[in-house]
């Protein structure tokens, strides 16, 4: 078992460089001829494919391997979407990545994409290995995840200083609120249903950032971000927000509506929650994305900054919009 010392290590440190990699412009028959030719490890698990300057371009199953016609290409059966670990991770984060992913074994890359190595399950104990023989792939995972919790024990204190700064951040979005709120104080006491539908509003645009953050988060978990895949994402969260935000404007539009009998007031908090979730749904992507692109870690935008971010920005159209259609 791993020490608490070297769950901070890079895992590059770890990986096995015993791997055989592939070329997308072999055939198959040219492919298991040079597995033939050399020595396998023991350990393989996937065959990780590569381009003529070693960066990784996919990953071909064995079965698919094995089963496909001889004069294929490599290239046509391989599966493009790899999922692989940085050299710069460390080992915890690591972790991480077998739990969340539910994968025996995972290519390293340097930050040009190139292969390193292979780090598999093995690295975390031994009796982890032999899976099909000791217990299944399930009770692996559920081991890891339980190292994972036993690594990042801490002593109160050191607990306390890590979770305190982000409560903070609650803390300076819920002023903020509270500032933004008494700025519109006149306005709220002559239309006082707005006000009870602000719970409403906010916890709408906290679960869908909430949403929209740990999609990207995980996206973006060990890969480079980049500009196409960025507007990518953002283009399709815009949809699907707008979905969203029309139907629970809808749905709390036609709730007030009937409540209260007032049709412009009904109509102001549809269309402010519309908009609302529109916008937290990209802040949730904008943020770590903007962060990994300034080669920071994503992780510090998550969670209560981008919930400060989009509570500010939720009550900012709800006043502002209430307002202008209400005169």
Not at 69 to 83: K, L
Not at 180 to 192: H, K, N, P, Q, T
Not at 255 to 278: F, H, N
């Amino acid at each position: 078992m791993l020490r608490q010392d070297e769950l901070e290590k890079p895992v590059s440190q770890y990986m096995r460089r015993d791997y055989t990699a592939l070329l997308g412009d072999q055939t198959v028959a040219a492919a298991l001829e040079h597995l033939r030719s050399v020595q396998l490890a023991e350990k393989i698990i996937y065959f990780y494919v590569v381009d003529g300057e070693r960066r990784l371009v996919g990953v071909v199953p064995t079965r698919r391997l094995l089963m496909s016609a001889p004069d294929v290409r490599i290239g046509q059966i391989m599966v493009t979407n790899v999922i692989s670990i940085p050299d710069t991770m460390t080992v915890l984060e690591a972790c991480e990545f077998f739990v969340m992913h539910r994968l025996l074994a995972f290519p390293v890359v340097d930050s040009e994409n190139r292969l390193m190595g292979v780090v598999d399950v093995s690295l975390f104990t031994e009796e982890m290995f032999d899976v099909s023989e000791k217990q299944s792939a399930q009770d692996v995972f559920q081991l890891i995840g339980v190292r994972l919790a036993m690594g990042r024990r801490m002593s109160p204190f050191v607990a306390f200083r890590e979770r305190f700064p982000w409560l903070l951040c609650n803390i300076g979005g819920g002023i903020a609120c509270a500032f933004l709120a008494g700025r519109y104080e006149r306005f709220l006491d002559s239309v006082i249903v707005l006000a009870l539908f602000i719970p409403v509003v906010l916890a709408l645009a906290e679960s869908v950032s909430v949403q929209s953050m740990t999609l990207t988060l995980q996206s973006l978990h060990g890969r480079h971000a980049g500009w196409r895949k960025t507007l990518r994402s953002v283009g399709t969260e815009f949809l699907t927000s707008m979905l969203l935000g029309c139907a629970s404007g809808l749905v709390v539009g036609i709730v007030a509506w009937v409540w209260k009998r007032q049709p412009a007031v009904a109509v102001a908090i549809g269309l402010s929650i519309c908009l609302a979730i529109i916008t937290a749904c990209l802040l949730g992507i904008l943020l770590p994305t903007a962060v990994r692109a300034l080669r920071g870690d994503p992780k510090i935008a998550a969670g209560p900054i981008v919930l400060a971010t989009a509570d500010v920005a939720t009550l900012l159209f709800y006043f502002n919009l209430a307002g202008w259609i209400l005169g």
